[in-house]
């Protein structure tokens, strides 16, 4: 009896400590990695695919196509000066990949600005294999339709992905440091809000992008951060010596996204670096001259029409 008692109480202490052991592990990391590796070049959102077998989220990596050079292997963007045909074949293959008609795709010539466009299936196929049809001046885009891939090109800017399930809005922004300090996320969730979706029903995940350790900034981009960021404690930033600075955009941008209303808990981080990893194109790590990531996030054509 009273060796029963003995190992209750030891069975007690185990699970209390793997309970603290969780909690602390939660407060270091902050939630799960959200992006999972399907293949050398796609990785997706696993946790809202499998929340919602009809989405397609993720970003390509530069691992497994035709580009050469310093374009190797997948880029995905027709505006860095590679060979149009190689960017069309691996952008056939990603659509393969995907199981995403490339016809479905929509794609913009960003231009670190916050313009953000509603767009519908009579959008299909702008900017998916040529750059001159493409949206002009647009860093974000959003439909509640299915059957349309929206698209956008990084190589260390950081990716939003946006969705509100309740309302079948899915969206997509490209937050460099000048789109950050626009607020394109915040941008996002005020369209949204238009919409009739509040920002409590918005769930955010940042993708892959430069983390705070590999961008290092000047006082000109730093001063837009503080004046932004005046009343938050906890800044996104460090000074590494007189007017540099090492900045973390996709905190930044976390922080952002808080303070528009997204409740934490509906914002997931990755901790991917496209500096830091060579499966990835680097703007920064590649000094100007590589090639382009693409994220996607689409409803599939059969999810509501079944
Ligand atoms: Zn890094």
Redesign the pocket.
């Known amino acids: 009896m009273k060796r029963r008692k003995y190992k209750a109480s030891r069975l007690a202490v185990t699970i209390y400590s793997i309970h603290v052991k969780l909690k602390k592990n939660k407060k270091r990391y902050g939630k799960m990695e959200p992006f999972v590796v399907q293949n050398k070049s796609i990785l997706t959102i696993e946790n809202w695919m499998n929340q919602f077998p009809e989405l397609v989220a993720g970003i390509t990596t530069r691992n497994g196509g035709y580009s050469k050079g310093i374009y190797r292997e997948l880029n995905l963007g027709f505006h860095v000066g590679d060979d149009a045909q190689d960017v069309c074949a691996n952008r056939i293959k990603t659509a393969d990949l995907l199981d995403f008609s490339l016809n479905r795709w929509i794609g913009a010539e960003q231009i670190h600005d916050c313009i953000i466009q509603k767009v519908t299936k009579d959008d299909c196929g702008k900017g998916a294999i040529s750059y001159t049809d493409a949206f002009k001046g647009t860093d974000g885009f959003y439909t509640d339709e299915s059957g349309i891939l929206l698209t956008l090109c990084f190589a260390d800017c950081v990716p939003l992905f946006f969705i509100a399930p309740e309302k079948k809005m899915i969206g997509t922004a490209h937050a460099g440091w000048k789109g950050t300090v626009k607020t394109i996320a915040k941008q996002m969730v005020e369209t949204w809000r238009n919409e009739g979706i509040h920002p409590e029903q918005i769930f955010v995940t940042i993708g892959p992008s ?2 705070g ?2 961008y290092i900034v000047n006082d000109y981009v730093i001063n837009f951060v503080k004046n932004l960021l005046e009343e938050v404690e906890e800044k996104p930033y460090n000074l590494i010596k007189e007017g540099q600075y090492s900045l973390d955009l996709r905190e930044m941008n976390r922080l952002i996204l808080r303070k528009a209303g997204v409740p934490d808990q509906n914002i997931t981080m990755t901790s991917y ?1 496209s ?2 990893n060579e499966q990835f194109f680097s703007h920064r790590r590649d000094q100007g001259q590589t090639g382009r990531m693409l994220s996607f996030i689409g409803w599939k054509e059969t999810a509501f029409s079944l």
């Open positions: 430069i983390c350790k590999c670096c500096s830091c």
